[in-house]
């Protein structure tokens, strides 16, 4: 750190904020400090989305007090309000540690952030925050010009750490209380003048910056010790004169903390800012910002406050809207179908589009490309909309049919270079919403080409924490749901078939009708679902586990995980031999060949030629051959079920997998990478395609081979991190089963002591197949396993099952209590919910086929314990980025599958990437739950995925 200038202390004739010479007086706001006093000042206060803004509500009224309600000796002429940019800054770098231990925010401030630079915006101010520096540091470097200037300043913040810079000029005041702080108040707080106020700090340390300081003195004591000696390093010179024996070996001990803990401390007030002082003058309210800001956060008391002010200052919408160079928006039609799209062709009419986004605050957004693949996609065009009804369509690479680029075949296309040269900082832009459907596929299209979209909402995720399970959440089903609107769907513009073309191909006429009214669509949707998340109780669902999951998907799936291609190659062979050794085997068995893919040759093998019992004939009047089929026989000791079975999963993991996945080796970065869908189950689990990595079998010899092949880059080990029966655990939590509550407590064997419990043994020398038994009831009950399903897994009487799930609940009676409970809820509402609040909506619960119901009813029993876990990991795989991060370490989250996560990390940082994972995960439900089991966490590493596990 460098050296900076200590302010002057004040004379006797220099009283609370001295009267500058120039008559300015500059206010500089502490954003990130006062978020928090906001926050805590205010009851809960909600939007009518339901996004919280007590927070926002707290800083707008502090603005409009500068802005409005001062006395006029106090208002400022310059106003600034400072945000921190990050946690890492250039102490990181002098001491790792430093706020190392700083608690995550509450869960209902976090969306809050970005509204109130919003709200500095608004009320047309300058905010400023700066890469690798506090806040502090630039209020203190804005203070500094300050007095060199002569102006008044006066800092708007409570935090001890700023009032080394008061003297002079230069003053507080707590936002808060309205109570100025000058010299005398910061020797009341610190016992010593601002300019000694470091010295302290550089004794006492702070616990919560994680600022050491010198073990054993307290503020009283650091002040007594600088009165005294007048600064650090003359006391550490002369502490043989210190008669306190501990007091003196302390200080002799740490002396290197002490002179680290005063440069933490130190602020530095030469920090480089790319803005002129003059930059800083309040300017008036601007109405056309200010109103919408209130209205859309429904702050009707301050917008009521400002009055006249607010409405003097309204300007012409329509003049404002005439200046950009594009013709007038039709007015919003009343459904799709009223749609009037346009095509945009020329730069001009682009950045027309752009700075109407740009006025608007919000954009609807759409790409349409070469590919489902995002990795490998090309970008075709994209398309905007603004307001419903107002929609354009931006072809960037069409061509001719059949990639004949013939002159005057194809009508003119923006470059893609200079369309997305424009587009960047719409995209990019803090103040302008993004609204998309499904945006992680358009999100990784356009990051490969640089563009970060920020921020966003997303209409698939909005629908899916209003009704996951309910319906489906694509756009085509939403419009027509929603909005009574059939869309044009993809076949109807690209064809069918062996007729089908490539977006490219489509005519642009076509292309524009098809892709503008996605972007209508989704606009409309937006306006549609956005308000009933507030409504309906799910807007901490959104904005805690859907929203913020999307940009760790986005750099999950783009890291993708390393594959051998050989070793895949080397398992389809083996495969393949067995394949076709168990071929000979099956016909020997079955007395003649057969296709055994053939279903309809099997069925006439198992029940017409060999009369095995439990055949049943489908409407097609074909023998089922299914796998439960095939199952049932195979318990029951029949040995050509259970090889065709044995032959099934290979056949299966050959096609799927050690077949497919080297075609899905991505041949730029020759990784797989495959995609999280976010919205396709009802309880929150994330679903992997193309390839599908979380059906791959881990309790098989094959299944494990697979894994195998999944292997870390040089240089690196993968890390497996796996809760350990998170999902048991959950269940004793929600159903408040003591037995089992007691037992993680005090980290027993759960399915031993279970086995003890129900059958009576003791746990030492506990036969394993007793201890198995135990398990599968364990697992089996999560998922309303019936007596029957039981027996099929265990091997034993559907009886001697029955027996052992009654004496389970007479054990366990709260789990029946539960069960029921839960059942009756799922029937009288339609949904059952998770600890945080997401909703498993249950179609069919109150089906009147009893089969269908006791489906959905043993569907409910599972979802609160289910969801709750995939909720867990969602908080975990939002958290754990940025603790590695913040911890410096580089391992990359490559894959999610069920209750683990797999890592790349360097091998030199194995140990501290553990420990930072493990600590994360098993304190993921933190601070929204506490929970009353452990989550016990437990991660291995191996040069392949196989060897992590």
């Known amino acids: 750190m460098s050296s900076r200038a200590t302010p002057p202390t004040p004379t006797p004739t220099e009283g ?33 989305d339901g996004t919280p803004v007590n927070a926002v509500l707290g800083f707008s009224n502090i603005l409009a007090r500068f802005l409005a309600d001062l006395d006029d000796g106090d208002r400022p002429t310059h106003l600034a309000v400072v945000f921190d940019a990050g946690r890492l800054t250039f102490r990181n770098e002098i001491y790792p540690q430093y706020k190392a231990h700083r608690p995550d925010p509450p869960e209902d401030l976090i969306p809050q952030f970005a509204l109130i630079r919003d709200a500095t915006k608004a009320f047309n101010v300058v905010s400023i925050e700066l890469e690798g520096f506090e806040a502090d540091d630039i209020i203190a470097t804005l203070a500094a010009e300050s007095r060199r200037r002569g102006a008044r300043c006066t800092i708007v913040s409570s935090d001890k750490d700023l009032m080394q810079l008061v003297g002079g000029p230069v003053e507080m005041m707590d936002p808060v209380k309205i109570k100025r702080i000058g010299p005398a108040e910061v020797v009341e707080k610190f016992g010593v003048p601002p300019e000694k106020v470091v010295e302290v700090q550089a004794l006492m340390g702070d616990s919560v910056d994680n600022v050491p300081g010198v073990p054993g003195i307290g503020q009283k004591t650091a002040a007594e010790l600088i009165n005294t000696f007048g600064d650090l390093e003359t006391l550490l010179a002369r502490t043989s004169e210190i008669k306190q024996p501990k007091r003196r070996e302390s200080l002799e001990t740490n002396a290197g903390l002490a002179r680290i803990s005063r440069e933490l401390v130190k602020l530095k007030d030469d920090v480089v800012l790319a803005l002129d002082f003059d930059t800083l003058k309040v300017r008036a309210i601007d109405g056309d910002k200010l109103l919408p800001f209130l209205e859309e956060n429904g702050f009707r008391s301050l917008k009521n406050k400002l009055g006249t002010r607010l409405a003097g200052s309204l300007s012409s919408a329509a003049n404002r809207a005439s200046a950009v160079a594009a013709p007038p928006p039709p007015a919003a039609a009343g459904s799709p179908g009223d749609s009037r799209f346009e095509t945009v062709s020329d ?41 419903p009804g107002h929609a354009c369509y931006v072809p960037l690479r069409h061509r001719a049919r059949g990639g004949l680029a013939l002159d005057g075949e194809v009508p003119q296309q923006i470059p893609v270079a200079a369309a997305l040269e424009r587009l960047k900082p719409l995209l990019e832009a803090d103040d ?106 799910v807007t901490t669902v959104y904005e805690t586990l859907e929203r913020p999951l999307l940009s760790v998907l986005i750099e999950m799936e783009a890291a993708g995980i390393l594959v051998d291609r050989a070793e895949l190659a ?60 095939l199952e049932e026989l195979a318990g029951q000791g029949h040995e050509l079920p259970a090889k065709i079975l044995d032959w099934r999963q290979l056949a299966k993991l050959k096609s799927t997998y050690t077949d497919a996945l080297q075609g899905q080796i991505n041949p730029v970065t020759g990784r797989v990478h495959t995609s999280y869908a976010m919205a396709s189950t009802s309880t929150g689990r994330l679903s992997s395609t193309d390839p599908n990595l979380q059906n791959i079998p881990i309790r098989t010899e094959e299944g494990r081979k697979i894994r195998k092949a999944f292997v870390a880059a040089p240089g690196t080990v993968l890390m497996s991190a796996d809760y350990s029966q998170i999902e048991l655990r959950l269940l004793a939590h929600i159903a408040d089963i003591g037995a089992l509550k007691e037992a993680f407590a005090n980290g027993l064997d759960i399915h031993a002591m279970t086995a003890s419990e129900v059958f009576g043994v003791p746990v030492e020398g506990m036969d394993p197949m007793v201890r198995r038994r135990a398990k599968a009831i364990n697992f089996g009950i999560v998922y309303g396993i019936s007596a029957f399903g039981l027996a099929n897994q265990l091997g034993i009487p559907q009886g001697e099952a029955s027996t052992y799930i009654k004496r389970y609940f007479e054990r366990f009676p709260g789990i029946r209590a539960y069960m029921d409970a839960t059942k009756v809820t799922a029937r009288a509402q339609g949904w059952v919910g998770t600890i945080f609040g997401r909703r498993c909506h249950l179609a069919g619960i109150n089906d009147k086929n009893p089969a269908r119901r006791s489906f959905m009813e043993r569907a409910a029993i599972n979802a609160p314990i289910q969801g709750s876990a995939a909720d867990i990991m969602r908080r975990a795989m939002i958290r754990v980025p940025p603790a590695l991060n913040d911890a410096g370490l580089c391992a990359k989250m490559l894959l999610q599958v069920h209750d683990e996560l797999v890592f790349e990390v360097p091998n030199a940082e194995v140990d501290a990437t553990r420990r930072v994972v493990i600590e994360v995960m098993e304190k993921a439900a933190l601070p929204a739950i506490d929970l009353s089991v452990p989550l016990v966490v437990e991660a291995g590493t191996g040069h392949s995925w196989a060897e992590a596990h």
């Open 16 to 48: 609370r904020g001295a009267l500058a010479e120039t008559g300015e007086h500059l206010y500089l706001v502490d954003g990130s400090g006062y978020i928090f006093r906001a926050y805590h000042a205010l009851p809960p206060l909600t939007r009518p």
């Open 432 to 537: 302008v919403l993004k609204i998309g459907q499904n945006l992680k596929y358009d999100m990784l299209v356009l990051r490969k080409s640089g563009i970060e979209i920020r921020p966003i909402d997303d209409t698939m995720l909005i629908s899916y924490a209003l009704e996951g399970g309910a319906h489906g959440h694509g756009m085509d089903e939403l419009s027509s749901l929603h909005l009574g609107h059939e869309t044009i769907k993809f076949s109807d513009v690209a064809g069918t078939g062996k007729e089908r073309i490539g977006f490219d191909e489509v005519a642009i006429p076509d292309a524009t009708r098809y892709a503008a009214e996605d972007a209508d669509v989704t606009l409309r949707l937006h306006r549609a679902l956005k308000p009933r998340l507030f409504r309906e109780h």
């Open 347 to 387: 730069l001009a009419t682009l950045e027309a589009w752009i700075a109407r986004a740009l006025a608007a605050g919000a954009v609807a957004f759409d790409t349409e490309t070469t590919s489902l693949d995002a990795m490998q996609a090309e970008l075709v065009g994209f398309s905007l909309a603004i307001e």
């Open 570 to 629: 080397r398992l389809s062979a083996d495969f393949a031999t067995r394949m076709a050794e168990m071929e000979g085997e099956i016909h020997k068995l079955a007395g003649r060949s057969f296709n055994l893919g053939s279903p309809k040759q099997l069925g006439e093998i198992l029940f017409d030629e060999m009369s095995l019992p439990g055949g049943k004939k489908m409407k097609t009047g074909a023998w089922g051959t299914g796998a439960d089929v």
